[in-house]
């Protein structure tokens, strides 16, 4: 099994009517339920609107929901290819909304190379 980052672009819950905003966490529950019954999930976050884009020459303090393409969180996965990825993806309820889920796999590669680098405090 490898293990994929699903980044979550533009799934925003802005507007809704508290009601939709239940139907949607509902989905989301029940979808993440089973990636954790079919031990898919490794780690999954939601990350807030607020924090700070830096580059070498600016800092930009958020929010940031605004925009269509900021990550509204990701979820660290197993699978055993890029298919089976993206299968899993397919699932996500950010969908139904318009968002967008980026399937990245880890290189683990760079993982073990730092890892020698690191030691074993590098996870």
Request: aromatic share 8%; charged share 25%; with cysteine.
């Amino acid at each position: 099994m490898r293990e994929f980052v699903f980044l979550i672009k533009g799934e925003c819950h802005t507007g809704v009517s508290p009601e939709e905003y239940q139907k949607q966490a509902a989905k989301f529950a029940a979808w993440i339920y089973g990636l954790i019954q079919n031990g898919h999930l490794v780690n999954s976050r939601p990350l807030g609107a607020n924090g700070r884009r830096v580059t070498a020459n600016n800092i930009t303090d958020g929010p940031f929901i605004e925009s269509k393409q900021d990550i509204g969180g990701y979820f660290l996965i197993r699978a055993k290819d890029l298919d089976e990825a993206t299968l899993i993806a397919k699932g996500c309820p950010a969908l139904e909304s318009g968002g967008i889920v980026e399937v990245r796999a880890v290189d683990e590669e760079k993982v073990s190379r730092l890892r020698e680098k690191l030691g074993p405090g590098f996870k």
